[in-house]
């Protein structure tokens, strides 16, 4: 194994190794995209009174001046949120779900619209923008022709065969307050928005701001499709201030961040009496067992561990590899990660992008220094490069990484990852399970029942056999979520759906009450209920 030439971390490009990506002829520019008529036709739909600006991390110049939300454009929002939705509830589920089925294609034939926000927004290489476009599609196509079977009547056996009718409805619970995160506005925004729509509720959402061109194309082309704009209320912010304001008039909180962030959302929802789901931090763990296919791990680790540069918050961050096939595996791992291609272009060809903001790259240099500083190796990277852009940090591979180290147990949420070696599985299973976050999980193996029967010991909302994330959260009938400090609730599935809508049970009694009837006293018709209950569980009835 060979150490990078560099002992420690830097801001300096000279000790760079990651190439940067020719740009093509041609490549729009910032200038090309956001122009005035487009902003003024985005920030329409945005509930402000104020003004504040977002920004491109390639350049950290601005892009957009964006109306900002008071409190009171806040309360605004939900009121016009919540006039419009009884109308909208009570067009069939059929006709709601014809929307998203006009969206998907939407979304399809003017990708290049939003893969162009995506990449000025957020910084992140063009075909890990294309996840979101592909994450979207598959949402709104799923929820579009599952929607009417999730949400129709139920019938069930009453407390009394035949003489109980008994009915579940799903009514919607509202409007949905919204809190979407920066670094998938796409999908982390009306990818969640979609099922709650379908289901009948209207919308108050608060994208973050950086990001806010994204998530407002969405809502654009959401109205082209045939969504009533009042459903689908914008509201813009600090999150200390507007955040809590949303949660304060929603009826369902629809929350993705971190996980201190979260906890303060709860709290607030518990204190009215509202339901909430939390998608939140994780420090996700792949195991590469003994038996894996080595080339193939270490390619998977590459998009495990550096997709949207690992901001994201089912990316690898802790890789655990087996005694016996570990200097094999990051010999390939750090051949391929110093190969990775850096880019800060409007085009496909760069296999990795920028991080989003200040915080972010003074974390992630943070995690890296200190970890240096106390022993740890730098296999690959440990540079920032501002020869490419002021937020560009190369994908970073630590190894020896141990207690009291920052970058063993906080979530880093950057391109950087900390390999550690392990003897059996029963390790193995106890170091990946040893945190207090459980989002996601990756084994590799070829024996796919070792596999699964790893994957049934790991505390983790999802786990992927033989790959990273994406199988799992592209699966959208499935539930998607977090165990432990990970979150509560999920998306994806019936579960995505169902969140957004109360559970109603309508009872009908026929022909004879629940009550002493035909003449029979207390006393006989305690008898005759008696028997009837041994007689149903006789004849098996649930």
Not at 186 to 202: H, K, Q, T, W, Y
Request: hydrophobic share 40%; with cysteine.
């Amino acid at each position: 194994m060979t150490d990078l030439q560099a002992p420690t971390a830097t801001t300096g490009a000279s000790l760079g190794t990651n190439p940067v990506a020719p740009v093509p002829a041609g490549v729009r520019t910032a200038a090309d995209v956001v122009t005035p008529e487009v902003i003024a036709q985005l920030t329409r739909g945005v509930v402000g009174s104020g003004r504040t600006a977002n920004h491109t991390p390639f350049t950290g110049d601005e892009l957009a001046d964006l109306p900002e939300s008071t409190p009171e454009d806040v309360a605004t929002a939900f009121q016009r949120a919540r006039a419009a939705q009884p109308a909208w509830a009570a067009i069939s589920v059929r006709a709601r779900a014809a929307v998203l089925l006009r969206f998907h294609d939407l979304v399809l034939e003017r990708q290049a619209e939003v893969l162009d926000l995506i990449q000025l927004e957020t910084g992140k290489a063009r075909l890990h923008a294309h996840e979101e476009v592909q994450a979207v599609a598959v949402a709104a196509r799923h929820y579009g022709r599952k929607a009417s079977a999730y949400l129709k009547p139920k019938r069930h056996t009453g407390v009394i065969p035949t003489l109980t009718k008994v009915t579940e409805l799903r009514q919607p619970r509202g409007v949905i307050g919204q809190i979407a995160p920066w670094n998938y506005p796409l999908e982390l925004s009306v990818g969640d928005a979609l099922p709650a729509f379908v289901s009948g509720n209207a919308v108050v959402m608060k994208p973050d701001t950086e990001t806010a061109l994204t998530a407002l194309w969405a809502r654009d082309l959401l109205i082209e499709a045939g969504l009533p704009a009042e459903v689908f209320q914008v509201v813009l912010g600090e999150g200390p201030v507007v955040g809590p304001e949303v949660v304060k008039h929603a009826d369902y909180v629809s929350f993705t961040g971190s996980t201190g962030t979260g906890r303060q959302v709860a709290q607030g929802a518990a204190a009215r009496l509202v339901g909430v789901s939390l998608e939140l931090g994780g420090k996700n763990a792949m195991l590469v067992l003994k038996d894996a296919d080595v080339e193939k791990a270490a390619a998977g680790a590459v998009r495990a561990c550096f997709s949207s540069a690992g901001q994201l918050c089912i990316s690898i961050e802790r890789l655990y590899v087996h005694e016996s096939i570990a200097d094999d595996f990051v010999e390939r791992f750090a051949a391929r990660t110093r190969a990775m291609r850096l880019g800060n272009s409007l085009a496909y060809g760069a296999d990795m992008g920028s991080l989003v903001g200040e915080r972010q790259l003074e974390t992630v240099t943070r995690h890296v220094e200190e970890a240096v500083e106390k022993g740890a190796r730098l296999v690959a990277g440990g540079v920032a490069r501002p020869d490419i852009g002021p937020l560009f940090y190369e994908p970073t591979i630590l190894d020896g990484v141990q207690e009291p180290m920052a970058v063993c147990n906080e979530e880093t949420f950057g391109p950087v990852v900390s390999i550690y070696r392990f003897s059996d599985e029963d390790e193995v299973i106890a170091l990946a399970n040893a945190t207090p976050y459980g989002l996601n999980s990756s084994v590799w193996t070829k024996d796919g029942k070792r596999g699964h029967r790893v994957a049934a010991r790991l505390r983790t909302g999802t786990v992927n056999i033989n790959e990273g994330y994406a199988p799992a959260y592209g699966s959208v009938q499935s539930p998607m979520g977090g165990m432990k400090d990970s979150g509560l609730g999920r998306r994806h599935g019936s579960e995505g759906i169902l969140k957004y809508t109360e559970a109603q049970t309508v009872a009908q009694q026929r022909l004879i009450p629940l009550a002493p009837s035909f003449g029979m006293d207390d006393a006989k018709h305690a008898a005759f209920m008696s028997v009837s209950l041994k007689a149903m569980k006789a004849f098996r009835l649930r």
